[in-house]
């Protein structure tokens, strides 16, 4: 049976994908989509968007997805809904001197990528020596010796727990959308005699059952707690997000930076405008926490592993040394789906009828929000899963995945905590 607007759609997570999708098929005309999130709000605690930013950046080695990250800049620039929430300060990408060939290869593929790509003309500087780095980024006075790379001023970043809240407040109030917040998801069961599925809820008060025509899980990291089946094909790893916090004058004087990725060692933002916080994540092929063999995210997140401040602490000395022993707040580790290709998974699941996962973001997917929702819709309308890369991937083991852009080896945390 087709899927019509008034079909009942349930969306499980209220996190980057769910909320792009309720966005995507409400602005569609879509006339029954309730929202389900574990948390008492939006964003939520557990959501990887839940976050001071994320990098927006279109380079890719793969041109498929520069293409969409181009669209989703697009949107990040002139969608009054998205562009108050994004900063195009530009994206100072490159290597240290002691950085592995590995990261080294990954950065020119990303830069042949857009090297002649029209939409780049004129956005992009190479930069082969201190001096270049000086001259696009005067405020980075660390050493940052024998650093190569370049600077792309067609990105910037994106103020991601605010944008997810905008959507979220612009969402509610579209006609046709219910969210229901504090609803733990427990159980998705066929109903009898029927095409549709019926969902099993915890609330703090008890417990309750949705039925819909259609349930979508957003779950991000978490899918495999409620969908075992989705099995090896994403594994949860973790990033330490952490944060210094700069006096008022410290802030202006770093106001504008580029985001700054030295693919061996890390990344960092402009500071917050309105708080001085500055973020920065450092480099790894990051953590996992396998119960039973699969990897899930952990409830409690607000700690930093062992090494990893050291690692913060040489990203600050490269770039930033006065701030190199500054006190780190606001750490936390934040929880990405993998996939063993790092492709997205947006499909309807085997054997399941109505039932629809949209997940695997593998770390580079919160510069999509304006746009991936609009995938989502794309598959229920279209009843199958078009785009090959995007299908459910039965028998690909993500613990197997090999990121060129990343460092490193992926340890579990029972080895580090
Ligand atoms: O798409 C992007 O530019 C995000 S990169 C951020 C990152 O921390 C990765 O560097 C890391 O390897 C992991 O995938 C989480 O996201």
Redesign the pocket.
């Known amino acids: 049976m087709p899927l019509t607007k008034d079909n009942s759609i349930l969306i499980v997570g209220g996190g980057t994908f769910g909320l792009s999708t309720a966005y995507h098929l409400a602005q569609a005309g879509y006339t029954k989509i309730t929202i389900l999130d574990k948390g008492d709000s939006i964003p939520s605690p557990l959501s990887a968007g839940n976050d001071l930013n994320?990098?927006v950046?279109a380079e890719y080695e793969d041109p498929f997805y520069a293409e969409l990250a181009l669209s989703a800049i697009a949107e990040w620039a002139s969608n009054p809904l998205f562009a108050p929430h994004y900063s195009q300060v530009g994206y100072l990408l490159g290597n240290s001197a002691a950085a592995p060939e590995k990261s080294k290869r990954s950065l020119a593929k990303s830069l042949a990528s857009i090297e002649r790509h029209p939409a780049f003309a004129k956005q992009i500087t190479a930069i082969n020596s201190r001096d270049d780095v000086r001259a696009v980024a005067p405020a980075l006075d660390g050493p940052m010796d024998g650093w190569t790379g370049y600077f792309n001023r067609l990105a910037g970043y994106a103020r991601a727990a605010d944008a997810l809240r905008s959507v979220y407040v612009a969402v509610k109030e579209m006609p046709g959308v219910d969210v229901r917040l504090g609803r733990t998801v427990v159980s998705l069961n066929h109903e009898d005699g029927n095409a549709g599925l019926a969902v099993g809820v915890n609330t703090a008060s008890g417990k309750e059952t949705y039925t819909a025509d259609l349930v979508i899980l957003t779950l991000g990291a978490s899918l495999a707690n409620l969908l075992p089946s989705i099995g090896q094909q994403i594994t949860a790893?973790s990033?330490l997000i952490t944060h210094i916090q700069l006096t008022a004058e410290e802030a202006v004087q770093l106001e504008g930076i580029p985001v700054t990725?030295s693919r061996d060692l890390g990344?960092f933002f402009e500071p917050d405008r309105q708080t001085g916080l500055l973020k920065i994540?450092p480099?790894?092929?990051?953590f996992t926490n396998r119960n039973n063999g699969i990897s899930v995210p952990l409830e409690k997140n607000d700690f930093v592993p062992p090494g990893e401040e050291e690692a913060v602490r040489n990203i600050l000395r490269e770039h930033l040394p006065r701030f190199a022993d500054r006190p780190l707040v606001n750490s936390k580790m934040?929880w990405?789906a993998?996939t063993a290709d790092s492709e997205y998974i947006i499909d309807f699941v085997p054997e399941r009828k109505g039932l629809v996962v949209a997940t695997g973001d593998?770390?580079?997917a919160?510069?999509m929000f304006p746009v991936m929702g609009g995938w989502v819709r794309d598959l229920l309308e279209k009843g199958q899963q078009d785009v090959a890369r995007w299908r459910w991937k039965e028998g690909n083991d993500a613990a197997a995945a090999e990121?060129s852009?990343?460092v490193g080896s992926t340890r579990d945390l029972s080895e580090v905590l």
């Open positions: 994320k990098i950046r790893k990033w990725y990344f994540s480099s790894g092929a990051g934040c990405c993998d593998s770390g580079h919160f510069k990121v852009w990343r």
